[in-house]
Protein backbone atom coordinates (compact mmCIF):
# COMPACT_ATOMS: atom_id res chain seq x y z
CA UNK A 1 0.00 0.00 0.00
CA UNK A 2 1.14 3.41 -0.72
CA UNK A 3 2.39 5.90 2.42
CA UNK A 4 0.61 9.02 2.88
CA UNK A 5 3.35 12.10 2.55
CA UNK A 6 4.76 12.75 5.76
CA UNK A 7 3.75 16.10 5.64
CA UNK A 8 0.08 15.11 5.67
CA UNK A 9 0.61 13.28 8.77
CA UNK A 10 2.37 15.84 11.03
CA UNK A 11 0.14 17.45 13.67
CA UNK A 12 0.31 21.19 12.89
CA UNK A 13 -0.36 20.27 9.40
CA UNK A 14 -3.69 18.22 10.94
CA UNK A 15 -4.65 21.08 12.92
CA UNK A 16 -4.26 23.52 9.96
CA UNK A 17 -6.37 21.02 7.42
CA UNK A 18 -8.68 20.51 9.90
CA UNK A 19 -9.67 24.28 10.31
CA UNK A 20 -9.39 25.07 6.83
CA UNK A 21 -12.00 22.45 5.89
CA UNK A 22 -14.56 23.23 8.22
CA UNK A 23 -14.55 26.89 7.70
CA UNK A 24 -15.15 26.50 3.98
CA UNK A 25 -18.91 27.32 2.35
CA UNK A 26 -18.84 23.38 0.75
CA UNK A 27 -15.76 22.34 3.58
CA UNK A 28 -13.16 20.41 0.79
CA UNK A 29 -9.46 20.01 1.03
CA UNK A 30 -7.46 19.63 -1.91
CA UNK A 31 -4.43 17.80 -0.92
CA UNK A 32 -1.56 18.06 -3.76
CA UNK A 33 1.25 14.86 -3.95
CA UNK A 34 -0.68 13.00 -1.48
CA UNK A 35 0.74 9.98 -2.08
CA UNK A 36 4.09 7.70 -3.15
CA UNK A 37 2.19 5.66 -5.63
CA UNK A 38 5.15 5.08 -7.73
CA UNK A 39 4.89 0.89 -7.44
CA UNK A 40 1.14 1.36 -8.04
CA UNK A 41 -0.22 -0.82 -11.51
CA UNK A 42 -1.92 1.58 -13.25
CA UNK A 43 -3.61 -0.68 -15.72
CA UNK A 44 -7.07 -1.67 -14.06
CA UNK A 45 -8.97 -3.89 -16.19
CA UNK A 46 -12.05 -1.09 -17.27
CA UNK A 47 -15.54 -1.72 -19.10
CA UNK A 48 -17.73 0.74 -20.40
CA UNK A 49 -19.99 2.36 -18.35
CA UNK A 50 -23.14 3.96 -19.74
CA UNK A 51 -26.78 5.33 -19.21
CA UNK A 52 -27.22 7.98 -21.51
CA UNK A 53 -27.87 11.05 -19.89
CA UNK A 54 -26.19 10.32 -17.25
CA UNK A 55 -22.57 9.02 -17.67
CA UNK A 56 -20.60 8.00 -20.40
CA UNK A 57 -16.82 6.71 -18.85
CA UNK A 58 -15.10 3.70 -18.60
CA UNK A 59 -15.17 2.18 -14.89
CA UNK A 60 -13.37 -0.87 -13.11
CA UNK A 61 -11.88 -1.43 -9.36
CA UNK A 62 -10.21 1.27 -7.53
CA UNK A 63 -6.67 0.90 -8.35
CA UNK A 64 -6.27 2.12 -4.30
CA UNK A 65 -8.87 0.13 -2.87
CA UNK A 66 -7.08 -1.38 -0.51
CA UNK A 67 -5.70 1.71 0.68
CA UNK A 68 -8.98 3.82 0.57
CA UNK A 69 -10.82 0.74 3.00
CA UNK A 70 -7.36 0.96 5.30
CA UNK A 71 -7.43 2.18 9.20
CA UNK A 72 -4.89 4.21 8.24
CA UNK A 73 -6.42 6.89 5.45
CA UNK A 74 -9.85 6.64 7.06
CA UNK A 75 -8.14 7.76 10.76
CA UNK A 76 -6.75 10.18 8.55
CA UNK A 77 -10.13 11.60 7.02
CA UNK A 78 -11.60 11.39 11.03
CA UNK A 79 -8.95 13.62 11.99
CA UNK A 80 -8.77 16.33 9.13
CA UNK A 81 -12.91 16.35 9.31
CA UNK A 82 -14.21 15.59 12.63
CA UNK A 83 -15.87 13.30 11.03
CA UNK A 84 -17.27 9.60 11.47
CA UNK A 85 -16.96 8.58 7.47
CA UNK A 86 -17.28 4.40 7.04
CA UNK A 87 -16.29 3.65 3.87
CA UNK A 88 -19.27 2.94 1.33
CA UNK A 89 -18.06 2.52 -2.11
CA UNK A 90 -14.53 2.65 -4.73
CA UNK A 91 -13.93 2.79 -8.50
CA UNK A 92 -11.61 3.92 -10.58
CA UNK A 93 -13.46 5.91 -13.40
CA UNK A 94 -11.85 6.88 -16.68
CA UNK A 95 -12.99 9.93 -19.01
CA UNK A 96 -12.03 9.31 -22.43
CA UNK A 97 -13.02 12.06 -25.39
CA UNK A 98 -16.68 12.51 -25.65
CA UNK A 99 -16.93 10.86 -22.08
CA UNK A 100 -19.19 12.84 -19.28
CA UNK A 101 -20.80 12.70 -16.13
CA UNK A 102 -23.77 14.91 -15.07
CA UNK A 103 -24.57 16.44 -11.74
CA UNK A 104 -28.33 14.58 -11.53
CA UNK A 105 -26.87 10.99 -11.56
CA UNK A 106 -26.40 11.48 -7.55
CA UNK A 107 -29.69 13.11 -7.07
CA UNK A 108 -30.62 10.67 -4.84
CA UNK A 109 -27.04 10.09 -2.94
CA UNK A 110 -27.00 10.71 0.84
CA UNK A 111 -24.92 12.37 2.96
CA UNK A 112 -21.21 11.41 2.10
CA UNK A 113 -17.80 11.90 1.68
CA UNK A 114 -16.54 11.96 -1.34
CA UNK A 115 -12.82 11.43 -1.99
CA UNK A 116 -10.94 11.76 -5.18
CA UNK A 117 -7.47 10.56 -6.18
CA UNK A 118 -6.28 11.75 -9.26
CA UNK A 119 -4.44 9.75 -11.95
CA UNK A 120 -4.65 12.27 -14.85
CA UNK A 121 -1.31 12.43 -16.62
CA UNK A 122 -0.81 15.33 -19.24
CA UNK A 123 -3.91 17.23 -18.97
CA UNK A 124 -5.12 20.04 -20.89
CA UNK A 125 -6.86 22.27 -19.18
CA UNK A 126 -8.68 23.23 -22.54
CA UNK A 127 -9.88 19.11 -22.54
CA UNK A 128 -12.28 19.70 -19.74
CA UNK A 129 -13.11 17.22 -18.03
CA UNK A 130 -12.52 18.87 -14.63
CA UNK A 131 -15.09 17.45 -11.16
CA UNK A 132 -17.47 19.62 -10.47
CA UNK A 133 -19.41 20.17 -7.12
CA UNK A 134 -22.85 21.38 -6.54
CA UNK A 135 -24.44 22.49 -3.57
CA UNK A 136 -27.89 24.76 -3.45
CA UNK A 137 -27.10 28.03 -2.98
CA UNK A 138 -23.65 27.74 -2.85
CA UNK A 139 -20.31 29.15 -5.30
CA UNK A 140 -19.53 25.71 -7.52
CA UNK A 141 -16.58 23.83 -6.41
CA UNK A 142 -14.30 23.60 -9.46
CA UNK A 143 -11.86 21.28 -9.34
CA UNK A 144 -9.47 21.32 -12.45
CA UNK A 145 -6.83 18.14 -13.40
CA UNK A 146 -4.31 17.23 -11.11
CA UNK A 147 -1.88 14.28 -11.27
CA UNK A 148 -1.91 12.82 -7.62
CA UNK A 149 -3.93 15.62 -5.97
CA UNK A 150 -6.35 13.95 -3.38
CA UNK A 151 -9.71 15.77 -3.25
CA UNK A 152 -12.14 15.32 0.15
CA UNK A 153 -15.56 17.06 -0.54
CA UNK A 154 -18.14 16.67 2.50
CA UNK A 155 -21.66 16.68 0.63
CA UNK A 156 -25.06 16.74 2.17
CA UNK A 157 -27.90 15.01 0.66
CA UNK A 158 -28.84 17.28 -2.43
CA UNK A 159 -25.31 18.20 -3.27
CA UNK A 160 -24.31 16.43 -6.60
CA UNK A 161 -21.16 16.21 -8.10
CA UNK A 162 -19.76 14.77 -11.45
CA UNK A 163 -16.75 14.89 -14.06
CA UNK A 164 -17.61 17.34 -16.95
CA UNK A 165 -17.29 16.65 -20.51
CA UNK A 166 -13.63 15.38 -22.19
CA UNK A 167 -13.30 17.10 -25.26
CA UNK A 168 -12.93 15.68 -28.46
CA UNK A 169 -9.38 17.26 -28.54
CA UNK A 170 -8.21 15.18 -25.72
CA UNK A 171 -5.78 12.92 -26.26
CA UNK A 172 -5.93 11.21 -22.82
CA UNK A 173 -7.89 10.13 -19.92
CA UNK A 174 -8.86 11.75 -16.87
CA UNK A 175 -8.17 8.48 -14.55
CA UNK A 176 -9.57 8.84 -10.96
CA UNK A 177 -10.20 6.85 -8.35
CA UNK A 178 -13.57 7.83 -7.08
CA UNK A 179 -14.09 6.92 -3.58
CA UNK A 180 -17.39 7.31 -1.04
CA UNK A 181 -17.79 7.44 2.95
CA UNK A 182 -20.98 7.30 4.35
CA UNK A 183 -21.55 9.66 7.14
CA UNK A 184 -23.73 9.65 10.27
CA UNK B 1 -42.71 34.74 -44.88
CA UNK B 2 -42.17 31.20 -44.92
CA UNK B 3 -41.41 29.74 -47.80
CA UNK B 4 -43.49 26.53 -47.50
CA UNK B 5 -46.59 25.66 -45.67
CA UNK B 6 -46.33 21.83 -46.08
CA UNK B 7 -43.86 19.62 -44.22
CA UNK B 8 -42.28 16.92 -46.11
CA UNK B 9 -42.88 12.86 -44.54
CA UNK B 10 -41.97 12.32 -41.30
CA UNK B 11 -38.56 9.98 -40.62
CA UNK B 12 -39.52 7.84 -37.81
CA UNK B 13 -36.30 6.15 -36.70
CA UNK B 14 -34.63 6.94 -34.29
CA UNK B 15 -37.77 8.49 -33.39
CA UNK B 16 -40.35 10.72 -35.57
CA UNK B 17 -38.20 13.61 -37.15
CA UNK B 18 -38.01 15.97 -40.34
CA UNK B 19 -35.92 18.28 -42.10
CA UNK B 20 -37.80 21.01 -43.76
CA UNK B 21 -35.19 23.12 -46.02
CA UNK B 22 -35.39 26.35 -47.32
CA UNK B 23 -37.81 27.30 -44.74
CA UNK B 24 -37.53 31.38 -44.94
CA UNK B 25 -37.65 33.35 -47.85
CA UNK B 26 -34.84 34.68 -48.85
CA UNK B 27 -35.92 38.47 -47.35
CA UNK B 28 -37.32 37.32 -44.10
CA UNK B 29 -33.41 35.08 -43.82
CA UNK B 30 -31.70 38.30 -44.15
CA UNK B 31 -33.48 40.51 -41.86
CA UNK B 32 -33.51 37.39 -39.04
CA UNK B 33 -29.65 37.09 -39.48
CA UNK B 34 -29.62 40.51 -39.24
CA UNK B 35 -31.52 40.84 -35.68
CA UNK B 36 -29.73 37.78 -34.40
CA UNK B 37 -26.13 39.24 -34.74
CA UNK B 38 -27.16 42.64 -33.18
CA UNK B 39 -28.07 40.53 -30.10
CA UNK B 40 -26.20 40.88 -26.95
CA UNK B 41 -25.85 36.95 -25.99
CA UNK B 42 -25.45 35.30 -22.18
CA UNK B 43 -22.40 32.75 -21.57
CA UNK B 44 -23.80 29.58 -20.27
CA UNK B 45 -21.61 26.91 -19.36
CA UNK B 46 -22.96 24.05 -16.97
CA UNK B 47 -22.11 20.19 -17.04
CA UNK B 48 -24.96 19.75 -19.84
CA UNK B 49 -23.83 22.47 -21.65
CA UNK B 50 -21.26 25.34 -23.47
CA UNK B 51 -23.14 28.13 -25.58
CA UNK B 52 -24.09 31.16 -25.90
CA UNK B 53 -27.69 32.31 -25.47
CA UNK B 54 -30.50 34.59 -25.80
CA UNK B 55 -34.61 34.22 -24.86
CA UNK B 56 -36.79 35.36 -27.74
CA UNK B 57 -39.75 34.20 -26.59
CA UNK B 58 -40.91 37.90 -25.17
CA UNK B 59 -38.91 39.80 -27.18
CA UNK B 60 -40.74 42.62 -29.14
CA UNK B 61 -39.07 43.29 -32.16
CA UNK B 62 -40.24 43.61 -35.77
CA UNK B 63 -38.35 40.85 -37.27
CA UNK B 64 -38.76 38.24 -34.13
CA UNK B 65 -42.40 38.89 -34.46
CA UNK B 66 -42.53 37.82 -37.89
CA UNK B 67 -40.00 34.71 -37.16
CA UNK B 68 -42.44 33.61 -34.18
CA UNK B 69 -44.85 34.42 -36.53
CA UNK B 70 -43.41 31.83 -39.27
CA UNK B 71 -42.42 29.67 -36.81
CA UNK B 72 -45.45 29.06 -34.24
CA UNK B 73 -48.25 31.39 -36.00
CA UNK B 74 -51.80 28.48 -36.12
CA UNK B 75 -51.59 27.66 -39.17
CA UNK B 76 -48.18 26.26 -39.06
CA UNK B 77 -48.79 24.82 -35.83
CA UNK B 78 -51.52 22.95 -36.68
CA UNK B 79 -49.30 21.90 -40.44
CA UNK B 80 -46.89 20.17 -37.29
CA UNK B 81 -49.31 18.93 -35.37
CA UNK B 82 -51.18 17.30 -38.35
CA UNK B 83 -47.62 15.64 -39.21
CA UNK B 84 -46.52 14.46 -36.46
CA UNK B 85 -50.22 13.33 -35.07
CA UNK B 86 -50.20 14.65 -31.78
CA UNK B 87 -53.16 17.24 -30.43
CA UNK B 88 -53.46 20.77 -30.62
CA UNK B 89 -50.09 23.10 -30.75
CA UNK B 90 -50.87 26.21 -28.23
CA UNK B 91 -47.42 28.15 -28.55
CA UNK B 92 -44.02 27.96 -29.04
CA UNK B 93 -41.00 29.23 -27.22
CA UNK B 94 -37.83 30.59 -29.11
CA UNK B 95 -34.15 30.98 -28.20
CA UNK B 96 -31.06 31.75 -30.50
CA UNK B 97 -28.13 30.21 -29.46
CA UNK B 98 -24.56 30.14 -31.07
CA UNK B 99 -22.11 27.32 -30.17
CA UNK B 100 -18.46 28.72 -30.80
CA UNK B 101 -15.27 26.63 -30.49
CA UNK B 102 -15.60 23.69 -28.11
CA UNK B 103 -19.24 24.53 -27.12
CA UNK B 104 -21.41 21.18 -26.89
CA UNK B 105 -24.93 20.22 -25.71
CA UNK B 106 -24.86 16.80 -24.60
CA UNK B 107 -27.35 13.59 -24.54
CA UNK B 108 -30.55 14.48 -23.40
CA UNK B 109 -34.74 13.51 -24.47
CA UNK B 110 -36.03 17.40 -23.63
CA UNK B 111 -38.64 15.60 -21.80
CA UNK B 112 -39.76 18.81 -19.80
CA UNK B 113 -43.25 19.71 -19.01
CA UNK B 114 -45.80 20.29 -21.92
CA UNK B 115 -43.24 20.26 -24.75
CA UNK B 116 -44.21 18.35 -27.33
CA UNK B 117 -42.05 19.14 -31.09
CA UNK B 118 -38.57 20.68 -30.46
CA UNK B 119 -37.79 22.46 -33.63
CA UNK B 120 -34.32 24.09 -34.64
CA UNK B 121 -33.73 26.22 -37.38
CA UNK B 122 -30.60 26.21 -38.60
CA UNK B 123 -28.48 30.20 -39.68
CA UNK B 124 -25.16 29.29 -40.15
CA UNK B 125 -24.87 31.16 -43.40
CA UNK B 126 -22.03 28.86 -44.19
CA UNK B 127 -21.44 25.40 -45.22
CA UNK B 128 -20.73 23.27 -42.00
CA UNK B 129 -18.44 20.06 -43.09
CA UNK B 130 -18.72 17.05 -40.99
CA UNK B 131 -15.46 17.59 -39.61
CA UNK B 132 -16.38 20.30 -38.16
CA UNK B 133 -18.44 19.01 -35.35
CA UNK B 134 -21.87 20.45 -34.50
CA UNK B 135 -24.05 18.01 -36.10
CA UNK B 136 -27.29 17.21 -34.10
CA UNK B 137 -26.84 13.30 -33.25
CA UNK B 138 -29.94 11.11 -32.57
CA UNK B 139 -29.63 7.91 -30.50
CA UNK B 140 -30.81 5.03 -29.73
CA UNK B 141 -30.62 3.80 -26.06
CA UNK B 142 -31.52 0.29 -24.49
CA UNK B 143 -33.42 -0.25 -21.29
CA UNK B 144 -29.93 -0.15 -19.34
CA UNK B 145 -28.93 3.10 -20.86
CA UNK B 146 -26.47 2.21 -23.40
CA UNK B 147 -26.56 4.34 -26.41
CA UNK B 148 -26.18 3.98 -29.87
CA UNK B 149 -25.49 6.58 -32.80
CA UNK B 150 -28.12 6.29 -35.04
CA UNK B 151 -27.91 9.73 -37.25
CA UNK B 152 -26.16 12.98 -37.22
CA UNK B 153 -27.78 15.43 -39.00
CA UNK B 154 -25.13 18.24 -40.01
CA UNK B 155 -27.06 21.92 -39.99
CA UNK B 156 -27.56 23.47 -43.17
CA UNK B 157 -28.44 27.04 -43.74
CA UNK B 158 -32.13 27.79 -43.42
CA UNK B 159 -33.28 24.67 -42.83
CA UNK B 160 -35.46 23.43 -40.00
CA UNK B 161 -35.45 20.22 -38.15
CA UNK B 162 -38.05 18.89 -35.93
CA UNK B 163 -38.61 16.14 -33.78
CA UNK B 164 -41.13 14.62 -31.55
CA UNK B 165 -40.09 14.81 -27.68
CA UNK B 166 -40.49 11.50 -26.20
CA UNK B 167 -38.39 8.98 -23.65
CA UNK B 168 -36.79 7.87 -26.72
CA UNK B 169 -35.77 11.10 -27.87
CA UNK B 170 -32.73 11.50 -27.01
CA UNK B 171 -30.01 13.99 -28.70
CA UNK B 172 -26.88 16.14 -28.58
CA UNK B 173 -25.10 18.64 -30.09
CA UNK B 174 -21.92 17.61 -31.63
CA UNK B 175 -18.77 19.19 -30.13
CA UNK B 176 -18.00 22.11 -32.27
CA UNK B 177 -14.21 21.34 -33.53
CA UNK B 178 -13.59 24.73 -35.67
CA UNK B 179 -13.52 28.46 -34.54
CA UNK B 180 -17.03 28.43 -36.47
CA UNK B 181 -20.28 30.08 -35.10
CA UNK B 182 -23.19 27.75 -35.10
CA UNK B 183 -26.62 29.85 -34.82
CA UNK B 184 -29.85 28.42 -34.38
CA UNK B 185 -33.02 29.48 -33.22
CA UNK B 186 -34.58 26.95 -31.03
CA UNK B 187 -37.36 26.24 -28.87
CA UNK B 188 -40.38 23.92 -28.67
CA UNK B 189 -44.26 23.53 -29.59
CA UNK B 190 -46.25 23.19 -26.28
CA UNK B 191 -49.43 21.30 -25.75
Redesign the interface.
Known amino acids: MPDIHFYYLAKETISNLKMIFNSSDVPFLRLSKFLDIESVDYKPNLV ?1 D ?5 F ?1 RKKGPAILEDFWKSTEFIDFLCNVTDLNPKFSSANHLSYSA ?1 D ?4 HMEESAPKRLAVVYDFTKKWRL ?1 WGGND ?1 YFSPGKEHLICNRDYGSLMIVKLEKGDLS ?1 T ?2 V ?3 SKDSARIDFVTYDLD | MRNTEKIPTLIKNPFPHVVVKNFLDDQTLDLVTYALAGLEYEFDDS ?2 F ?1 YLSFGLTDVDHPVINILRDDLGDKAWRDEVAKRFGVKKLSKIDMSAYVYGL ?1 S ?1 L ?4 DQVEDRIIAYSLHLTDIEIAEKM ?1 GALHM ?1 E ?1 DD ?4 KLVKSIIPEYNSLIMFEVSDKS ?1 HQV ?2 V ?1 EDIQRLTVTGWYHA
Open positions: DENIGYRGYSLLELCRYSLK | DLNGFLPHDGYAAGKSWGEL
